[in-house]
């Protein structure tokens, strides 16, 4: 019976933690006898074995430390504070698991909780894309990856945002007991197995919302013209901005350069094509300013995660 450990802290969101507890602490028709060992461990709280949670409600556990250090998964929920250290007692507990063979597993920002272990630095780690940028800013040595639903090295995973927790989460059943199981369990949760494509199908492409501001003008302005081969100098230019003080504002503002910004507006129009038209995907690639259909394809793949007419096919199913 493989078991997890499940870090509870003060302050924690809630829903990250009722996931796992949906799914590796209930028992189900669909679950072998030899299921899952759930602990719900309180690490670095005031209380002794007594957690809160968003100051929402308090649970009491008589698990700590101790059985996270021996679990053979230790599951790490979002962070109470995404500006703040994890406590001291989490991040020495977590070393040590992992010294010991455990494999550690972050839901949403709980990444930040990875980080602060040292354990991402040099790989690549993923978050709720919201939080992307500041995972990156204060810890420049875990390559953030915000497209994607989860990372797998194996001995350590991280996974996106909010309802990711239950594709990371089906993942480690898939992983430890069987597609057919984790099949059978997703059909239980009413949720997809595996969902095609990452966290880039939801990532909104962010605009400043005050309509006097210039960068909200200019937005607006290449939104409408996507289908144009247009270039920074052309965005620096329409702005009455240099390019490197049209850089940084694009940055404060939206959390990305005016390159990704136009690509991620380009594919959003595209899946809005492919979901809407009948129009053939070399005609969808003009429409939207991604080039030829080969770089269409290439382009859409790499940001959304499956190819256009997969999309287009997927799309139309769910509508059917």
Known sequence: MPSIAVAVTDGLPFFELAI?????GDDRIETPEDWYELKLCAVGTERDGLAGSMHWFSARTPYGAEELVTAD??????AADVHGDPPGELTE?????????????????GAFTL??????DGRAATTHWRYAPLLAERYPAVRVEPSVLYVDHGDVVTGAGS????DVCLHLVREDFGMETANAVARQ?????????GQAQFIEAPLPGRVDDPLARLLEWAAGRLHEPLTVADLARRARMSPRTLARRFQAATG??????LQVQRVARARELLENSDESVDRVAELCGLGTAANFRR?????VGVAPSEYRRAFRRRAS
């Open 256 to 261: 990305t350069t005016p390159m990704q910004w």
């Open 93 to 109: 507990a977590l070393r040590t698991a992992h010294r010991r063979g455990a494999r550690l597993v972050s839901l949403c920002s």
């Open 189 to 197: 949760l009413v949720a997809p197995a595996h969902r095609p494509g």
């Open 299 to 303: 382009r859409f793949a790499g940001v």
């Open 73 to 78: 998964t230790v599951l790490v929920p979002g």
């Open 20 to 24: 796992p507890c949906h799914i590796f």
């Open 115 to 120: 980080a602060a272990t040292g354990l991402l």
């Open 163 to 166: 309802t990711a927790s239950i």
